[in-house]
């Protein structure tokens, strides 16, 4: 267990439809990083947070956001979803999102749109 | 030149054997490499880690080789055993460059070893 929980574990919903993945970093942790993972295109990196600030985007879409709140946790907003964004979403934390701190990564959000 | 390049996409080791799996890159600017481990239905998981002014790295079964003229890097998994059977992930970062710090990932391999 990492320490990071992503809730919910599984969500399915319609094309055109918008949802809001939840990610709570390690106890301590500073940094939030939202990737997302496909079998086309690997694990790739969306975006991060470090102490409530956006500090990096990385191949995130116009129609996601995310925001990091002052206890610390993320959301990772979709909207206007297509068939093409399902996929797993992973959080992962680190403790000062510097270049070498080492990334927990947590269970992921399985989102299946139909 | 933000991309790594992994290799191979799936590999099958008997018990005992050694794992081999390569990553390159063309980004001179990356100075962090880590290796991921993803089990099914979890989340990648750190393996281990080299920066380059160093060109191998061992902790216990696992080891990194690399070869920093050639940007390529390399993870070992020596007496290989069926629970190392997993997708692993290789991945690398830099300050500089474009990646700002945050991690570039490889395809991944995933890795079944044989009782």
């Known amino acids: 267990d990492s320490g990071v929980t992503q809730t919910p574990k599984h969500l399915i919903t319609a094309t055109g439809q918008r949802v809001t993945l939840r990610c709570s970093p390690r106890s301590g942790d500073l940094s939030v990083y939202w990737y997302q993972q496909s079998l086309d295109q690997g694990l790739q990196f969306l975006i991060q947070?470090?102490?409530?600030?956006?500090?990096a985007k990385g191949n995130i879409l116009e129609r996601f956001s995310a925001q990091q709140f002052p206890d610390l946790h993320s959301e990772l907003n979709l909207s206007s979803l297509e068939l093409g964004d399902s996929a797993l979403y992973f959080c992962?934390?680190?403790?000062?999102?510097?270049?070498?701190?080492?990334?927990?990564f947590g269970p992921g959000t399985r989102l299946t749109v139909l | 030149q933000q991309q790594v390049k992994q290799s191979p996409q799936s590999l099958i080791v008997q018990k005992g054997g050694i794992s081999i799996i390569n990553c390159a890159y063309e980004n001179t600017a990356f100075d962090y490499f880590p290796w991921y481990q993803q089990f099914p239905g979890k989340g990648p998981a750190l393996l281990i880690a080299?920066?380059?002014?160093?060109s191998e790295k061992k902790e216990g079964r696992f080891t990194i080789s690399f070869n920093k003229s050639a940007k390529q890097f390399s993870l070992h998994i020596m007496d290989s055993q069926p629970g190392d059977s997993a997708t692993y992930f290789c991945a690398a970062s830099g300050v500089d460059g474009g990646s700002q710090g945050n991690l570039i990932f490889g395809k991944g391999t995933k890795l079944s070893v044989k009782p």
């Open positions: 992962a934390s680190s403790a000062q999102g510097l270049t070498y701190n080492e990334q927990f």
């Open positions: 947070y470090y102490n409530g600030e956006e500090r």
């Open positions: 080299i920066r380059p002014d160093v």
